[in-house]
């Protein structure tokens, strides 16, 4: 990768003494108060570019972080977005005119948009460290002094961007990724006595993968799946399958350890891929490269996906930001579709004490900055109404699919979120609710350019109405031509009026898009009750 080279120790010390200066400006960063500074928002997903390709539209990704732009509304702040392509002015004209109490054109004027005018496939901050012209240009726009970046993930691209450009970097240090890894989740979560599924650690063959896995088959003779993950796949399309099922005669007490291991190895090319089109043969020479681990797939009748997200201070203190139950997909409910603000009232709460004890341990790493932790909650009516068993299985150490809606609804309403309830108030006192997706995608949207979509939304009155602090947030818009696909955050105070303008949306979109009216929405997956606890 760019940037790994024999100076790399000398590069990392430089970093680290860059990141220092955080902890006399993180009041003013986590806060956004009235300090006067300039961020440079680089929101480059800097993942396995193969893993990434396999998500439509990843490169509009990018437009993910522009909830940033709303920093904008403290009137000394200055900011620079870059991105791989230019974005469209009517979408920067959407963000900026969000921002309550504050003049489009002042915005306008602290806001620099740069473009790489690179549509490959590396990542953004490759393509920027690859044009000296235009770090030049980043770097004479910017305060040094009164300075941070911001990205999408920190990986050695990253740390080598921010030391080029001087600045500090307001995420984790590219040597504790491995935290954010499926095997370093596991090991977080051993160490912060959390519940997680019974699993193994890294493996870098295939031969390695089905001895692991007959091994936990033993320790589990019944067994009905396997979840075998790359170990830094994205958003569950790393994912794959392994159904015991199909192989009865190998379960143990049927056959000995070998015929075990050999029935495993035959069905691999069998497995029930999380991603469209993906093979074993393309699968397997992943594992090489990425690492691959095993782990007991989580069985229930009622079951969900809940997540909680924390911070951690250049300081090192912690705090719970949000609670979601997230919508998932695909063929076994893997892929990540959007979330629901806030998490089941049963069990947002012990959400957010598992979370404090990750981010402690993270913490303890060294990790500061944002942070999700996703679980699997199977419900257990035997021991009572609202008793869950919640198993960790993953840790974010980037920005994920529920950060840019939280921030969205924070930034736009005011409000705070209690963590002694684990509900979000506006500074109204309202509570507020919202539903969020990065994947409203349907062919027939296909076409649709953003100044369709905002005609759309003016003739429908589909925006965000700043005085009732309700309505839709739209992203992704720049998706939405080639791939029909959106994202949208839509606020309510309450869950059925914020799934109702969901509704809305769609059936507005299919309306115009097809002449056809749709009473009923599909969700992308089955909806989950809303408990008024």
Not at 150 to 160: A, H, P
Not at 272 to 299: C, D, H, K, M, Y
Not at 354 to 364: P, Q, T
């Amino acid at each position: 990768m760019h940037g790994l080279n024999s100076s790399s120790s000398t590069q990392a010390e430089r970093f680290r003494r860059l990141q220092s200066q955080l902890r006399d400006r993180s009041s003013g960063i986590d806060l956004f108060d009235q300090d006067d500074r300039d961020i440079l928002v680089v929101p480059s997903v800097t993942v396995d570019q193969r893993e990434l390709a396999k998500i439509p539209g990843f490169l509009h990704y990018e437009e993910r972080l522009l909830f940033s732009l709303i920093r904008l509304r403290n009137p000394r702040t200055r900011l620079i977005y870059v991105t791989a392509v230019p974005l469209s002015p009517i979408v920067i004209d959407y963000y900026l005119q969000l921002l309550p109490g504050i003049p489009f054109s002042h915005a306008r004027e602290r806001l620099m948009l740069l473009s790489t005018y690179d549509a490959s496939l590396k990542p953004l901050s490759q393509k920027i460290l690859e044009r000296p012209r235009l770090m030049a240009r980043i770097r004479q726009a910017l305060r040094p002094h009164k300075s941070y970046m911001v990205c999408y993930n920190s990986t050695q691209l990253e740390r080598e961007l921010s030391v080029k450009l001087g600045l500090p970097l307001l995420a984790p240090d590219p040597d504790l990724l491995h935290w954010g890894t499926k095997s370093g989740s596991r090991e977080i979560f051993k160490l912060s006595d959390v519940p997680h599924p019974d699993g193994c650690e890294t493996l870098w063959t295939v031969d390695e993968l089905v001895e692991a896995a007959a091994v936990l088959w033993e320790r589990h003779p019944h067994l009905k799946r396997m979840v075998i993950k790359l170990n830094e796949g994205f958003s569950g399309e790393g994912n794959a399958i392994l159904d015991l099922r199909k192989i009865p005669d190998a379960a143990p007490g049927k056959a000995s350890h070998e015929q075990r291991v050999a029935a495993i190895h035959k069905d691999l090319e069998h497995l029930g891929f999380q991603a469209n089109n993906e093979t074993w043969t393309e699968f397997s020479s992943r594992i090489p490269e990425l690492g691959v681990i095993v782990e007991v797939f989580i069985e229930g009748e009622n079951k969900r996906s809940p997540s909680v997200q924390g911070y951690i201070t250049p300081n090192g203190d912690v705090k719970i930001l949000s609670t979601h139950d997230q919508i998932l997909g695909g063929p076994d409910g893997q892929i990540y579709l959007g979330c629901r603000f806030p998490a089941d009232a049963a069990y947002r709460l012990p959400l957010q004490q598992m979370g404090i004890k990750v981010g402690e341990a993270l913490a303890e790493k060294g990790a500061i900055e944002r942070y999700g932790v996703d679980f699997v909650a199977v419900h257990q009516p035997e021991k009572g109404e609202d008793v869950w068993d919640l198993q960790a299985i993953e840790i974010n150490l980037r920005k994920g699919g529920t950060t840019h809606p939280f921030m969205s609804l924070r930034y736009l309403t005011n409000g705070h979120y209690d963590a002694s309830t684990g509900l979000f108030h506006s500074q109204q006192g309202r509570q507020k609710y919202y539903i969020a997706t990065d994947n409203l995608q349907r062919d027939h949207y296909r076409g649709l350019m953003p100044n369709d979509l905002m005609d759309i939304i003016t003739h429908y009155r589909l925006h965000f109405d700043s005085s009732t602090r309700t309505g839709n947030v739209f992203h992704l818009m720049g998706a939405l031509s080639e791939f029909g696909k959106l994202g949208l955050t839509c606020i309510g105070d309450s869950p059925p009026e914020a799934e109702a303008f969901y509704n809305q949306v769609m059936q507005v979109l299919d309306h115009e898009t097809t002449g056809i009216d749709n009473d009923q929405f599909s969700y992308p997956c089955e909806p989950i009750s809303w408990f008024s606890k």
